[in-house]
């Protein structure tokens, strides 16, 4: 007679471990910086539009700005997917929200704060949404713009950028934003933000968008490319004087 031994010690097989996992484990496709600033009538973000497979700029027309509701943009760098995943729970919100009939929607402080407890939930059971996030928006008048981490560390500014944008563009940023810049002017600040960045941080693209948010609604360009020179001493011999470079 065939006896069968029923074990009661876990499986550890690589498959089935594999096949259990719906989560991302690891970023794959990911988007560098997003930066946005206040200016006199509204909020202006820039995003390229790169896609990273690891090291390896594999996409270049991938959409990292979105309109939520009637008042906020929002803008992701990191993992794409998780992007997606949170613009679903996003169009969950706002047509729970409409559903309501009652003459009020979300306005962005509403959907940041929401976004700081997804983020920060998702965080605490080990499983992030690999995304740094930026939301703006005008509501009654009102200019919001904030950020927020992987792991919900949130903020409000009048200009806030992600990835390598907080290193690049932030310094830039503090030295020449005002309070009152024109739509032209703020175009062509970001445009300078975003021209360091795609010489700086291998990850960036030429080719970018720019949305707009007013009380009026939410625009985003067309893409288009920047003006460029590479003719600089510094990029022709990037390790000259540099001690111990390879």
């Not at 390896?56 to 906020?72: A, F, N, Q, W």
């Not at 490319?225 to 001493?233: A, E, I, R």
Request: charged letters at 20%; one cysteine or more; hydrophobic letters at 35%.
């Amino acid at each position: 007679m065939t006896q069968f031994v029923i074990s009661d010690q876990p499986n550890h097989s690589p498959l089935i471990a594999e096949a259990s996992s719906e989560r991302t484990l690891y970023p794959y496709v990911t988007g560098t910086s997003v930066v946005a600033i206040k200016y006199k009538d509204g909020i202006l973000m820039a995003a390229d539009m790169g896609g990273s497979y690891g090291s390896t700029l594999r996409y270049k027309s991938v959409e990292r700005m979105k309109p939520i509701g009637k008042h906020s943009i929002l803008g992701a760098s990191g993992e794409i997917s998780d992007f997606q995943e949170i613009l679903r729970y996003l169009d969950d919100l706002i047509l729970y929200d409409n559903m309501w009939d009652d003459g009020n929607s979300l306005g962005p402080k509403e959907v940041h704060n929401y976004l700081t407890r997804v983020m920060y939930n998702r965080r605490n059971k080990f499983d992030p949404l690999w995304n740094s996030l930026v939301l703006g928006g005008v509501k009654n008048g009102q200019k919001y713009l904030g950020m927020v981490t992987m792991i919900g560390v949130n903020f409000e500014d009048n200009h806030v950028a992600t990835g390598f944008g907080n290193h690049l563009a932030r310094p830039i940023l503090r030295a020449e934003w005002k309070d009152d810049l024109s739509f032209e002017d703020g175009v062509k600040l970001l445009e300078k933000c975003m021209r360091v960045l795609l010489y700086r941080d291998r990850s960036a693209v030429n080719k970018l968008q720019i949305a707009k948010i007013t009380e009026a609604g939410v625009t985003v360009s067309q893409p288009y490319s920047l003006k460029t020179f590479w003719g600089f001493s510094a990029f022709q011999n990037p390790t000259a004087g540099a001690e111990g470079s390879w």
